[in-house]
């Protein structure tokens, strides 16, 4: 069983990789990005049985800081 | 126009990220994490007409190191 788990900076929490990776695309010659946020995933191989919630706990106390960045969960 | 950049270590490339999450789930107890890779996110806002040869081009030249790295684009 594998889950991803997705985490970004919340809107409005200032990104700098992002800011980072959009002006080194600009200065590349690349026009027309308009806006770029960095964020992680994180792929999870995990024992049958493993539930979404449990999941869900992982990003809550470890994954994620909540209090910055908002996750989402894909179980595949 | 958005485009999600997925970017992650190939198969074999030494993950200490990955490790280091793995190994802190499970003395938080969290059993049943079997594997764990990290990697990285990249949300683009594009101008319109932007083409996914576009986005492709910057993943290879500055988004993903594909020495080490695979990527996958979607455009949304």
């Keep these: 069983m594998k889950a991803t788990v997705t985490v ?10 992002g800011e980072a990776v959009k002006s ?28 979404e919630a449990q999941v869900t706990d992982m990003c809550e106390k470890l994954l994620a800081n909540t209090v910055i960045e908002s996750y989402r969960v894909e179980i595949a």
């Design 8 to 17: 970004m900076l919340k809107p409005g929490v200032l990104d700098p990789q």
């Design 24 to 51: 080194a695309l600009g200065a590349m010659g690349f026009d027309g990005v308009e806006g770029v946020r960095q964020g992680k995933v994180i792929e999870l191989d995990l024992a049958p049985g493993t539930t």
